[in-house]
């Protein structure tokens, strides 16, 4: 007395998945064929057509600071990598300045020190709390833009401020500085492999062989040996020198540029230091107590157990803190910093070519965005504690 | 060391009672001049503050602050008709019926808002750069969050219409200023300030919540279409900037949908809507993973189908682990909406930007730019806030 | 102890109960691995049948096939005259005949007791609200702990919550139970709460596929002992000609091991 009637294919759980993805695929394919049709009827009737070949005209516009070459005659695509470049110098150097004060910040917020901490949480709070975009206009608007005349520029040593932007010392490059770049590489490895070989040998034998001290000390006895060899250091310095118009010398840096620097530095270093203030209260207590117990002083423990285990805490929201400031830095645009998003809206007013300039900005930031994914992974695997 | 004695005609360790002021010394002690590293610590950043403040004060006490109080109702309310205005009390009015019988009824957290944004109304209404007019309904505003505060406490069986009511809550306002066809309509490329900023916000918050919540569904999904379809919306719109996805609905939008105009304002809120969404949606995909599969095994044993599992079972349990996150992205949207002043639209930061190119106004940003970041600091603060304590409260009922 | 559900055991001899379970060349891999092979059962109404078996044996999976928490490739399954295949009606009708007590309870913690015991029966078996509340607070009292209605299951000891588990899948006035190693979790002063419900569950007649380590349980109430081992049924009998007498080699490689 069995039911044996056979099964409706709707009830049928395992033709239920294909119907439904085959529906699915239906009606998303008739959604974008849709969109896909108004794009062509709409271009047809504006008269462009879908090509990339519009990135070989000329610019025709200038851009106010670039790091490689760039004059108003150059094809549309080398202005595209001009403010390509732009993002990345504001980002490297929001990067790297972010980490630095947003530790300091989050190793400020543990701190049993009742002023520091609350200090510490006052600025996060504030800073964090407030958009971005706020913060990029108080220091532009606010700050950089009321400095007074190249001509009465305020100056800090040789560091000068005026309306126009900052006029820093900055490096040079010189000829020998590709003999330079090789012979640190060289360093670099070298005291690596002494420092572990060091640390090796103090771990077999039990002397003391100071692997960190002796590894330092490689690198600059042998960096100044190389100093009196070529005669000068590896990158020249140049100090700006007011020339009655402008600053000769050292680099100036315009006022759209430090303001999204220093903004989106100190914003995204709220979150870096809850960040990495997370990293450290994640790794357990006992851990900690372990070490003191086995006799380690505090600053050892730090650097060999806890520390450790901290970084594999921080590291996976610390990379996409990473991609957001460089997400972020596109804001540029609304202080006329030109990164590859504000030339890109320039190249799609000039050409009306919206949907391919538009693709290639976002391919860039996609690059970006896999590139950090493939590394955090790459890391996570590398770095997972191994279990049971 | 000084307590122990060592003959025993006295107690071996003296319990002094601490009086307030040794308990101050003992505090300054240990937090602050533990020992001299800590000393130089304390007074080389005391030295900062005191410089720093005092730096802020005189600016706070020597500056004209014309910039910021002859545009209150631009920078609140955009260029919404004057004659209309009274559209937005209303709905005002509501909110604080609302909240004050939400505070009666529910107490905890919610006492802290209602007294934050009656704190708020009184100072703006002290202000002598508010109109009569003005002063009048915000002071009725604060008199009927503190009426209704008592009525949330002693009538019964409020807090489902509430919960309601709220959910209804952007809609209705949106539906006043609206008018449909009762009223005449106010544009919305009229709107702006703050009360932009808030429709953007409440708009996009509301709207990226399901779509959110389907694209983590159908991002867990075993149908592989429907899988990588989510991954690959999700992935593509999380790589990109929310500049990017404001331009593309800005520039594209009216080209993929041919004919069809939608005004600007609209056209951001579906950026952002589409933008939050996909952030949300790995929020709750966080909490979907945290589920045990022994829930799902459970209701499917009982009988339950996908659907009423989902309802009943697992999505109670995945968004209570994630509520933290996702008020943290509703946050981060409030925060966002500035980003319209890069597009022209005149939201709250996007008004200041106009106000400031005022010839009138020059040299004045700071003015300006601290008032509206300092607003913009309270309501991200509050909401914080909230959630850290929502989060504290989520560890009830485990032994 | 009144029947409530199933057969009056003292009255209908074994033999002329109807079959309510009935596996024929079941069959399962997961991968290359064959979890499951042509495993045949029979299981009488009122029947309480204890699967024992070393871990990796499949005995969880074949229990879990039952209620289709399991798929399986070959074979076929009959639960209450309701074969169990791709027919979504159908195995919704079988997970309703039969309740199944997990290892871990799985009781849903968002929910207090009562709610977790009737929600269920409120929107599977489509009772009122009041109807499916009574029932649950019977049943609580029924496994002992009517006091905690209102309780959320953090804050109850593992032994009680697995109690709520029986009784959230009685809720269903199921024909079958299934046990999947219901006290494995349990610390040692609570598996005793937890066999005493079982006891009186089989006593009233229930049909019980229990799946344990619980030796003295299996003896005293087992009606049937089935012995699995690498994915097949090695031995089956009564609980004295297996745990006394055991035929096979792997039977008694494994008792003992146990005992």
């Not at chain 1, 460089?326 to 202080?335: F, H, P, Q, W, Y």
């Not at chain 3, 002992?144 to 309780?151: D, L, M, R, V």
């Amino acid at each position: 007395m069995k039911k044996t009637t056979s099964t409706p294919l709707w009830r049928n759980r395992k033709i239920i998945p294909i119907i439904s993805q085959i529906i699915f695929v239906i009606i998303v394919g008739i959604v974008i064929s849709f969109m896909i049709r108004n794009v062509i009827s709409g271009l047809e009737q504006i008269g462009l057509t879908l090509g990339l070949d519009y990135l070989n005209l000329k610019a025709s516009f200038p851009i106010a600071e670039s790091i490689i070459s760039y004059t108003p005659d150059d094809p549309y695509k080398r202005a595209l990598l001009v403010g390509l470049l732009n993002t990345f110098k504001v980002s490297i150097f929001g990067i790297i300045l972010a980490s630095i004060i947003g530790v300091i910040v989050g190793i400020a917020r543990l701190s049993n020190n009742w002023l520091v901490s609350k200090v510490a949480t006052v600025y996060v709070e504030v800073f964090r709390n407030t958009p971005l975009l706020v913060q990029i206009f108080i220091w532009n608007f606010a700050v950089f833009l009321p400095m007074p005349k190249i001509q009465e520029a305020l100056s800090m040593g040789p560091f000068y401020f005026s309306n126009r932007g900052a006029s820093i010392p900055w490096f040079t490059l010189q000829d020998n500085t590709i003999i330079w770049m090789i012979v640190l590489i060289i360093l670099v490895v070298g005291s690596v492999f002494l420092f572990k070989k060091l640390t090796k040998i103090s771990f077999e034998s039990g002397k003391s062989t100071y692997p960190l001290i002796s590894s330092i000390g490689f690198i600059i006895v042998t960096a100044i040996i190389t100093y009196f060899i070529l005669g000068n250091g590896p990158l020249g310095f140049s100090i700006p020198v007011f020339n009655g118009n402008s600053f000769d010398g050292g680099t100036s840096l315009s006022i759209g540029f430090m303001s999204v620097l220093v903004a989106l530095t100190i914003y995204t270093s709220t979150f870096i230091s809850e960040i990495v203030r997370a990293g450290i209260m994640g790794v357990p207590k006992g851990q900690t107590e372990a070490a003191k117990a086995l006799g380690f002083k505090s600053h050892t423990a730090l650097r060999l157990i806890i520390f450790p285990q901290a970084i594999r805490i921080i590291i996976p929201p610390l990379t996409s803190q990473y991609l957001n400031l460089i997400k972020n830095s596109s804001l540029a645009m609304a202080v006329a910093y030109q990164d590859i998003v504000g030339i890109g809206n320039t190249i799609i007013n000039q050409t009306g070519h919206t949907l391919e300039t538009l693709l290639i900005v976002i391919s860039v930031y996609l690059l970006f965005s896999l590139t950090t994914s493939l590394l955090m992974n790459l890391f996570n695997k590398k770095f997972q504690l191994v279990e049971r | 060391m000084d307590n122990i004695q060592l003959n025993n005609t006295e107690p071996v360790m003296e319990t002094k009672k601490l009086n307030s002021q040794r308990k101050l010394q003992l505090w300054l002690k240990n937090n602050l001049f533990k020992d001299w590293k800590n000393a130089i610590l304390t007074i080389i950043t005391l030295m900062f503050t005191i410089y720093f403040l005092t730096k802020v004060g005189k600016f706070l006490l020597t500056s004209e602050w014309g910039v910021v109080t002859d545009n209150l109702r631009l920078l609140f309310v955009g260029q919404f008709p004057m004659e209309e205005i009274w559209r937005l009390w209303v709905a005002l009015l509501l909110l604080s019926v609302l909240l004050g019988t939400t505070w009666g009824a529910w107490r905890g957290i919610i006492g802290h808002v209602a007294i934050s944004l009656s704190a708020l109304f009184i100072v703006f209404g002290i202000l002598p750069y508010t109109e009569v007019e003005s002063k009048i309904y915000l002071f009725a505003n604060v008199a009927v969050i503190i009426l209704f505060y008592f009525v949330g406490k002693y009538v019964p069986k409020v807090k489902v219409p509430m919960l309601v009511l709220w959910i209804l809550f952007i809609p209705i306002t949106l539906s006043i200023i609206n008018g449909f066809g009762v009223l005449e309509p106010v544009k919305t490329n009229i709107w702006g300030g703050f009360l932009l900023t808030l429709v953007i916000a409440s708009v996009a918050i509301l709207c990226s919540f399901p779509l959110g919540l389907l694209l983590a569904v159908g991002r867990r999904s075993k149908l592989p279409l429907i899988k990588y379809f989510c991954i690959l919306y999700i992935e593509l719109i999380r790589g990109m900037p929310l500049i990017m996805v404001l331009f593309i609905a800005q520039l594209l939008l009216p080209m993929f949908l041919g004919g069809i105009q939608l005004d600007n304002v609209v056209r951001a809120m579906i950026a952002f809507t589409l933008f939050s969404a996909a952030y949300l949606a790995e929020n709750i995909r966080g909490g979907l993973q945290s589920v045990p599969r022994g829930q799902f095994e459970a209701a499917q044993a009982l009988g339950l189908n996908n659907f009423k599992l989902m309802v009943f079972v697992v999505l109670p349990q995945a968004l209570k682990a994630v509520i933290p996150a996702m008020v943290g992205q509703f946050i981060s949207v409030f925060k966002d909406t500035s980003l319209v002043a890069v597009i022209g639209l005149a939201d709250f930061l996007g008004m200041g930007k106009k106000i400031a190119a005022n010839p009138a106004y020059l040299g004045k940003y700071m003015e300006l730019y601290i008032v509206i970041a300092l607003m913009y600091f309270i309501f991200c603060f509050l909401m914080s806030h909230v959630s850290k304590h929502i989060e504290k409260s989520l560890g009830v009922g485990t032994r | 102890m009144e029947s409530v559900f199933g057969v009056d055991k003292l009255t209908t001899p074994l033999n002329e109960r109807e079959d309510i379970i009935q596996v024929k060349k079941l069959n399962k891999w997961y991968g290359d691995h064959h979890v499951l092979k042509d495993v045949d059962l029979t299981v009488k109404q009122g029947e309480v049948i204890v699967i024992l078996g070393p871990s990796g044996s499949g005995k969880s999976t074949f229990i879990r096939t039952i209620n289709a928490l399991e798929e399986f490739q070959k074979g076929e399954i009959v639960v209450d005259n309701i074969a169990l295949t791709d027919d979504l009606k159908n195995i919704e009708e079988i997970r309703k005949e039969t309740g199944m007590v997990f290892q871990s309870f799985n009781l849903f913690p968002h929910m207090t007791i009562l709610k977790n015991i009737s929600l269920a029966p409120i929107w599977v078996r489509k009772w009122k609200k009041a109807k499916a509340e009574q029932i649950a607070k019977e049943l609580l009292e029924r496994v002992g702990i009517p006091e905690q209605a209102n309780k959320y299951p953090g804050q109850l000891s593992g032994g009680q919550q697995q109690r709520v588990a029986i009784a959230r899948a009685l809720a269903m006035q199921p024909k079958i139970m299934l046990f999947d190693e219901p006290t494995s979790a349990l610390d040692p002063e609570m598996v005793k709460e937890v066999l005493d419900v079982m006891k009186t569950l089989a006593e009233s007649g229930m049909t019980m596929l229990v799946v344990t380590h619980e030796m003295g349980f299996a003896r005293q109430v087992a009606d049937r002992i089935i012995l699995f081992d690498k994915g097949e049924i090695v031995e089956m009998g009564k609980p004295e000609e297996i745990f006394d007498n055991p035929k096979h080699e792997r039977t008694k490689a494994f008792l003992s091991q146990i005992l």
